[in-house]
């Protein structure tokens, strides 16, 4: 289901339109312009056809509009900081359309942002559209290692578990060299391009306005908004 919601949603929409192009595709858990990053990680283009024909693959059969398997719909809500967030109300309303033409029902739950955040930090969520800064060295341990639950004073709120993952992510953490750093969050990468922690949208480009007289000044791109759901 994760990778057919990959496919159905129109990504590049929200890039271009949404983000009037301030923004770029996410596929994986690191930006494409982050010098980790992996360009042989997997690409989910936006294609509706494809995402169908995965859910019927997984026994999900349209009934009424809405997909369904073993008696069970395939239907959840979405909770947003959409209330007092338009920008957020504008990408949950397409992820709804997408996702909907594909046979799933979404339904929005749009709160101002204090309350979506403490729905989010409690777990009180289905599905989340939440935007994360990514740190300047990758490392999503707190974010999705099994172990980092909130219990475990970590922020794996969505309780995330792959013991796969775990490995990557704690070798790259404890990796003796640079190079060996780089091949285990290659390797993680391409497990997350697989097995989606998250459904990956974009990365907002950041731009800086600097006066004239100002020389000396670089905007470090290593801090980008990334927004997964």
């Not at 800064?133 to 999503?140: F, Q, S």
């Not at 990557?168 to 060299?177: L, M, N």
């Not at 497990?191 to 998250?198: N, R």
Request: glycine fraction near 6%; proline fraction near 6%.
């Amino acid at each position: 289901v994760k990778r057919a919601m990959m496919y159905a949603i129109d990504r590049n929409f929200i890039t271009t339109g949404i983000m009037s192009g301030q923004a770029d595709i996410l596929n994986g858990p690191l930006p494409s312009f982050s010098p980790y990053y992996d360009s042989r990680v997997q690409r989910y283009p936006y294609d509706p056809a494809r995402a169908r024909k995965l859910l019927d693959a997984a026994g999900w059969k349209l009934a009424g509009g809405v997909r369904a398997k073993d008696g069970r719909q395939l239907r959840f809500a979405l909770k947003t900081g959409g209330a007092t967030d338009a920008i957020a109300s504008n990408i949950a309303e397409l992820i709804q359309a997408d996702l909907r033409a594909v046979g799933i029902d979404c339904t929005l739950e749009n709160e101002e942002l204090q309350t979506f955040f403490e729905d989010l930090h409690n777990s009180r969520f289905q599905v989340a559209l939440r935007g994360i800064i990514l740190p300047a060295y990758p490392d999503d341990y707190r974010s999705y290692d099994s172990k980092q639950t909130r219990a475990a004073g970590g922020y794996n709120i969505g309780f995330y578990n792959n013991p796969e993952i775990d490995r990557a992510i704690e070798a790259a953490r404890s990796a003796p060299s640079a190079a060996v750093a780089k091949q285990e969050l290659d390797r993680y990468q391409e497990l997350a391009a697989s097995d989606l922690p998250v459904i990956y949208l974009y990365s907002i480009r950041l731009g800086a306005v600097v006066p004239a007289k100002v020389t000396g000044f670089d905007l470090d791109p290593l801090a980008p908004a990334a927004l997964p759901m």
